[in-house]
C-alpha cells in the first residue's frame, strides 16, 4: 500500500452544459498529517471532498483512499473512514451518548457505555451528556458531531467546513480538538473558507479556486513563494505618506485603511529599510513590520479578499 493516505490524479467533476465543479486537479496527503482545501464559497471543495467519500462519481481522474479506488470499493474502507460533513446537525431529540452509541450501531460496531463516555470526554462534551442535542450550542453540534465520527477510531477523518458559523471562542475549541486528533496518529483533510484556520493547523494547504488548484504546500512554503513574507507598515501615512516612500525608490502600496505598506522581500535588508523609512518626514500614528500570512498569498493568487467565504467585488 502506498505511504499516502489520499492519493488524487488528475481528479475532475462535470456538469452540462459546461459547469466544471472540480476541473482536473491532483494532490497526496501523508499519514498523520492535516492537509486544508482553503477557498472561497463554490471553489469545489465539497465536492472533491464528497467524490473522496464516494459520494460523488468523478467525470474523469482517480481518487484512492487508503489504497482503494473511491468510486468504486469506497465499501471496503467505510469503517477506517470517519466523516463530518458540512452543515452537520445532529439526532435534535437524542443526548449526545444515546447519538454516539447509535451511530456506532451503524457501521455494527461493540462500543460500550464507557467508550462513549470516553469519546465525550475527548471532544469536551461530558458536562452535556444529559441535554437533549438540539439544546446545544453551534460549536457542541459540532463536537458532537466529531465524536460521532471518531467512533470508528478512524485512520482518515474528513472535516467539510466544520468551524462554519461559529464564534471565536468555539472555533478555537475546536482547532484544539482537530490537533489532538492530529496527535493521535489520524490523518485529517479538512475544507475551510478560513484563511487563519489552514494557517494554524495545516501541514499542507491546497488553495483552490473555480475547480483547479492554483497551489499546494506547506503555509511556511506558500508564505514565503508567493508573499512577501515581511512588511513595514506605515500606519495612517495615507496618499502623501506613499507618495513620499515611492518618491526616494522604495517599493510600496497603500491599503483600504490608509496604511502604506512596504515589503521586505530578504530579511537581511529589514534593518536598512527601517533607517531609511525613518529618515522621511511622515505623518504616521505608528510605525511596525508584520509578516505576510495565507491571507496575502491569497489576495496575490486570486487577485480579491475573501471574507466568510464570499470573495469581495
Request: charged share 30%.
Amino acid at each position: 500500500m502506498s505511504q499516502n493516505v489520499i492519493e488524487v490524479r488528475d481528479l475532475a467533476k462535470h456538469y452540462p452544459p459546461d459547469i466544471k465543479a472540480v476541473d482536473g486537479i491532483s494532490f497526496s496527503i501523508p499519514s498523520g498529517t492535516v492537509f486544508s482545501l482553503l477557498g472561497p464559497n463554490g471553489a469545489g471543495k465539497t465536492t472533491t471532498v464528497e467524490m473522496l467519500e464516494g459520494l460523488r462519481n468523478p467525470t474523469r481522474g482517480e481518487a484512492l483512499i487508503l489504497g482503494v479506488d473511491a468510486s468504486t470499493e469506497y465499501q471496503r474502507i467505510r469503517k477506517r473512514v470517519g466523516v463530518l460533513p458540512q452543515n452537520f446537525e445532529p439526532f435534535d431529540m437524542l443526548r449526545p451518548p444515546e447519538a454516539v452509541l447509535y451511530w456506532a450501531r451503524l457501521y455494527d460496531l461493540g462500543t460500550s457505555v464507557k467508550d462513549v463516555e470516553r469519546l465525550l470526554d475527548t471532544v469536551g462534551l461530558s458536562e452535556r451528556k444529559k441535554s437533549l442535542s438540539k439544546k446545544l450550542s453551534g460549536g457542541e453540534k459540532r463536537k458532537l458531531g466529531i465524536a460521532m465520527s471518531l467512533v470508528n477510531q478512524p485512520e482518515l477523518l474528513f472535516l467539510d467546513e466544520p468551524t462554519t458559523g461559529l464564534d471565536a471562542k468555539a472555533r478555537r475549541d475546536l482547532w484544539r480538538l482537530i490537533e489532538d486528533i492530529k496527535r493521535g496518529g489520524t490523518t485529517v483533510l479538512l475544507t475551510t473558507h478560513y484563511l487563519d484556520e489552514a494557517e494554524k493547523l495545516s501541514d499542507d494547504v491546497a488553495v483552490m479556486h473555480r475547480g483547479k488548484v492554483l497551489v499546494r504546500g506547506s503555509p511556511e512554503e506558500l508564505i514565503s513563494k508567493h508573499g512577501k513574507m515581511t512588511v513595514v507598515v506605515l500606519a495612517g501615512a495615507g496618499a502623501d505618506g506613499l507618495r513620499e516612500v515611492t518618491r526616494r525608490g522604495i517599493s510600496a502600496s497603500m491599503e483600504d485603511n490608509g496604511d502604506v505598506v512596504v515589503p521586505v522581500a530578504d530579511p537581511s535588508e529589514m534593518r536598512m529599510v527601517l533607517a531609511k523609512l525613518a529618515a522621511i518626514e511622515l505623518n504616521v500614528k505608528s510605525m511596525y513590520t508584520r509578516r505576510q500570512t495565507l491571507e496575502d498569498v491569497f489576495l496575490s493568487l486570486v487577485g480579491t479578499k475573501m471574507d466568510e467565504g464570499v470573495l469581495a467585488e
